[in-house]
């Protein structure tokens, strides 16, 4: 089965502050994808960043990072010096070449306080 | 188009009407898929798209839902007699398709449905 489970549902932090988001997927394939996407109060889902199965490297992008380990089956999402602008939802999901489908989890709504 | 659109972003209806939900995917993109939210929820998977053909409609909750692609782009998702429980917001994504590498989805705003 597969399955992506983000068991922090709401995390609040104050402004420049780090935080990561935790992401715990399963699955029997191996091959598969990991994403994280980011859903502001707009409501549009925004692609941040995917990994491959086989690419364990972890990811920096700005303040953004991703940390990928195969060995605990996580791909946890950190933030460094947090900004009001990062409150939002964030998704992490799992697509396999087994199913051609994506499993989300339930997303962490993160609050960043001025 | 440069986006995802979804039309209408709202709609309002009376319980037992039924509704059509509009999805253009970006130009080119072979793969589209439905999603439902519920207020404070993650994504329920609904139906997935390659071309015009549906290769999985597991996620549709009843004979209710139906959906269609036509000409490898715009999609209708369709309620019937709908019900209080259809409220939800009814996102649609796409990505290139055809490989396991093209498989980004990019979302629409999606379409807020209320159901008196």
């Known amino acids: 089965a597969q399955k992506v489970t983000q068991a922090q549902t709401e995390i609040s932090v104050v402004e420049k502050e780090d935080v990561t988001l935790d992401c715990v997927y399963e699955?029997?394939?191996?091959?598969?994808?990991l994403f994280w996407y980011k859903q502001p109060p707009s409501g549009e889902l925004v692609f941040l960043i995917r990994?491959?199965?086989?690419?364990?490297q972890n990811e920096i992008s700005g303040r953004y990072s991703w940390n990928f380990q195969k060995s605990t089956s996580s791909f946890n999402f950190t933030i460094t010096a947090s900004q009001v602008v990062d409150s939002a939802v964030y998704f992490c999901s799992l697509f396999t070449s087994g199913t051609y489908k994506y499993i989300f989890g339930t997303g962490t709504r993160l609050k960043v306080l001025a | 188009g440069a986006g995802v659109s979804q039309s209408p972003s709202n709609k309002v209806t009376e319980k037992g009407k039924d509704v059509e939900l509009r999805c253009d995917p970006i130009s080119g993109h072979t793969a589209l898929y439905w999603y439902r939210q519920s207020l404070g929820q993650g994504l329920e998977f609904l139906i997935y798209f390659q071309g015009n053909s549906a290769p999985d409609k597991s996620g549709l909750p009843s004979d209710r839902f139906s959906a269609e692609r036509t000409g490898g782009s715009v999609s209708t998702l369709t309620i019937q007699r709908t019900q209080q429980e259809d409220s939800a917001v009814y996102l649609c994504?796409?990505?290139?398709?055809?490989?396991?590498?093209?498989?980004?989805?990019?979302f629409g705003a999606g379409t807020r449905l209320s159901v008196l």
């Open positions: 990994r491959n199965s086989f690419d364990e």
């Open positions: 994504a796409s990505s290139l398709g055809g490989g396991l590498s093209k498989n980004i989805q990019y």
């Open positions: 699955t029997r394939d191996t091959t598969y994808y």
